[in-house]
C-alpha cells in the first residue's frame, strides 16, 4: 500500500527556515503527481504546493509569493518543500499527498496523505 512519511517540521522563528521531506513508498514514485497541504488549527486544510512526477512543472499557492520552493528526488522517491522567510501565519500541519492515479495532474484532487509534521512559527 502507498505510504506517505513526512519529516522536518519544528518550531523557528519568524524569519527562518524549514525543509520539509516526504519519503513515498508503495508506489512508483516517478510517475506521480505529489503535493503538499496544510491546515492550521480552526482552518480547511489547503493546497501549498504541487510538482509533476518529472519535477518540470510545479504550482504554488498566492499566499507563498516565493517564499516557498518544491522540489523532488526520483531516486530517492522523494518530495521536498523547502519553506523560506517563514512567518507565524505558516504555523500548520503540514501533509505530504499523492493522487490515485499515475501520470496525471490531479489538479488539486489528492487521495493518499502522509501523518503529518507540525510547523511552529514564533514571532
Known amino acids: 500500500q502507498v505510504q506517505l512519511v513526512e519529516s522536518g517540521g519544528g518550531l523557528v522563528q519568524a524569519g527562518g527556515s524549514l525543509r520539509l521531506s516526504c519519503a513515498a513508498s508503495?508506489?512508483?514514485?516517478?510517475?506521480?503527481?505529489m503535493g503538499w497541504f496544510r491546515q492550521a488549527p480552526g482552518k480547511e486544510r489547503e493546497l501549498v504546493a504541487d510538482i509533476s512526477w518529472s519535477g518540470v512543472t510545479t504550482y504554488y499557492a498566492d499566499f507563498m509569493k516565493g517564499r516557498f520552493t518544491i522540489s523532488r528526488d526520483n531516486a530517492k522517491n522523494t518530495v521536498y518543500l523547502q519553506m523560506n522567510r517563514l512567518k507565524p501565519e505558516d504555523t500548520a500541519v503540514y501533509y505530504c499527498?499523492?493522487?490515485?492515479?499515475?501520470?496525471?495532474?490531479?489538479?488539486?484532487?489528492?487521495?493518499?496523505w502522509g501523518q503529518g509534521t507540525q510547523v511552529t512559527v514564533s514571532s
Open positions: 508503495g508506489l512508483t514514485f516517478s510517475r506521480y503527481y
Open positions: 499527498a499523492a493522487p490515485s492515479h499515475p501520470d496525471f495532474n490531479p489538479m488539486g484532487a489528492y487521495d493518499y
